[in-house]
């Protein structure tokens, strides 16, 4: 590869990965307001709106079978930082007279 060769295709490269930031970006919001949804589905439901055996599951189906490059360590770490943000939107979206994560069937956020 040329110094020519290699600068068009790091260039090129680049190009991709911000498209696919972008792509990302909006794939994050959308599965946060899917996660709103389930947040009032589970209030309605009485059901806390944690559930740490659902992430796990989560986490299970993202690691399982993974093709890579990225390792499952890697996929493990990146789908607890997202559902850390997730679980911080949540939070911040529940009515605030009662402790974050106990339902109230009469208190649904019309978010």
Known sequence: MTREQ???ALAECRRKIDQL???LRALLNRRAEIAEEIV???????????Q???EDEVIGKVTGEN?????????????ECIMQEIRELESSRLPQDK??????PKGIPEW
């Open 6 to 8: 290699a600068e068009q």
């Open 21 to 23: 930031d972008l792509e």
């Open 40 to 50: 009032r589905a589970k209030i309605v439901l009485g059901v806390p709106v944690r």
């Open 52 to 54: 740490p055996k659902r």
């Open 67 to 79: 093709p890579g490059p990225l390792g499952a360590d890697g996929l493990r770490r990146i789908f």
């Open 99 to 104: 402790p974050k994560g106990t339902p109230d």
